[in-house]
């Protein structure tokens, strides 16, 4: 048996060292590369690997948006991610995105062989830590906050908007990218706004960053102030 592997992460560094990892294992052949979400989707309709390892956190459309939109294609897929960060946020959301596994980056190299073979059988397989945080939510569904979390009230379009913000591009440029208006744009950054209950691209920043969009290491604890966003 042989597991038809698509490997997506940004840093090049990071995609070798995974791809040597995978080359040394068994019944595994890499089928396929991408560095970011966008190029994800296309390698899965493309390609339609068995098994498609992705990075959270990438440019353009990060892991969490990428496997939305493979599960809406109905491609047969089955997506594992890859991350440094066991935020229960991140985690929340990748579980409702339909991915077959979440594996920590630290422990990659002991669990991502497994976590191929349980998404391969079409099984889910969580990191240690990431099910102990699972176990923990289902035991206590109330202890979030009653209203839930305002970034699950957006639409996929609003998320991908909210990264490029985030990612500091222009409206100009984003509506370039995303083939709408610059209008369309300024719209949906008005929504944001109301919808996640900030003032200014500041607090969208912060939001970008705390539900895992961009890497917090970008911006570090303190998100420039509207000076440094465009508008």
Same mark, same amino acid.
């Given at each position: 048996?042989?597991?038809?592997?698509?490997? =997506?992460?940004? +840093?090049?560094?990071?995609?070798?060292? =995974?791809?040597?990892?995978?080359?040394?294992?068994?019944?595994?052949?890499?089928?396929?590369?991408?560095?970011?979400?966008? $190029?994800?989707? @296309?390698?899965?309709?493309? @390609?339609? #690997?068995?098994?498609?390892?992705? %990075?959270?956190?990438?440019?353009?459309?990060?892991?969490?948006?990428?496997?939305? /939109?493979?599960?809406?294609? &109905?491609?047969?897929?089955?997506?594992?991610?890859?991350?440094?960060?066991? %935020?229960?946020?991140?985690?929340?959301? *990748?579980?409702?995105?339909?991915?077959?596994?979440?594996?920590?980056?630290?422990?990659?190299?002991?669990?991502?062989?497994?976590?191929?073979?349980?998404?391969?059988?079409?099984?889910?397989?969580?990191?240690?830590? =990431?099910?102990?945080? =699972?176990?923990?939510?289902?035991?206590?569904? +109330?202890?979030?906050? $009653?209203?839930? $979390?305002?970034?699950?009230?957006?639409? #996929?379009?609003? &998320?991908?908007?909210?990264?490029?913000?985030?990612? $500091?591009?222009?409206?100009?440029?984003? *509506?370039?990218?995303?083939?709408?208006?610059?209008?369309?744009?300024?719209? +949906?950054?008005? +929504?944001?706004?109301?919808?996640?209950?900030? /003032?200014?691209?500041?607090?969208?920043?912060? @939001?970008?960053?705390?539900?895992?969009?961009? %890497? /917090?290491?970008?911006?570090?604890?303190?998100?420039?102030?509207?000076?440094?966003?465009?508008?």
């Amino acid at each position: 048996m042989i597991i038809r592997v698509a490997l =997506v992460e940004d +840093h090049q560094i990071v995609r070798a060292g =995974v791809r040597a990892l995978l080359e040394k294992m068994g019944g595994i052949e890499i089928v396929g590369e991408a560095s970011n979400g966008q $190029e994800a989707v @296309l390698l899965a309709q493309r @390609l339609l #690997p068995d098994v498609l390892i992705m %990075d959270i956190r990438m440019p353009i459309m990060n892991g969490i948006q990428a496997a939305e /939109r493979i599960r809406e294609l &109905k491609l047969p897929t089955r997506i594992i991610l890859l991350s440094m960060y066991s %935020d229960e946020s991140l985690i929340h959301q *990748a579980i409702k995105s339909g991915v077959r596994g979440y594996v920590l980056k630290s422990s990659a190299s002991e669990e991502l062989l497994l976590a191929i073979q349980a998404a391969y059988r079409g099984e889910t397989f969580l990191s240690g830590p =990431v099910s102990s945080i =699972v176990v923990d939510k289902a035991a206590n569904p +109330h202890r979030a906050e $009653e209203g839930g $979390e305002p970034f699950d009230t957006l639409s #996929p379009r609003e &998320k991908e908007i909210l990264q490029l913000i985030a990612e $500091e591009l222009t409206s100009s440029e984003i *509506a370039t990218q995303l083939s709408i208006s610059e209008k369309t744009v300024e719209k +949906h950054r008005a +929504h944001l706004m109301e919808k996640l209950g900030v /003032r200014n691209l500041a607090g969208l920043v912060r @939001l970008a960053v705390k539900y895992g969009l961009v %890497d /917090r290491e970008i911006y570090g604890k303190k998100p420039p102030d509207n000076g440094g966003i465009p508008h």
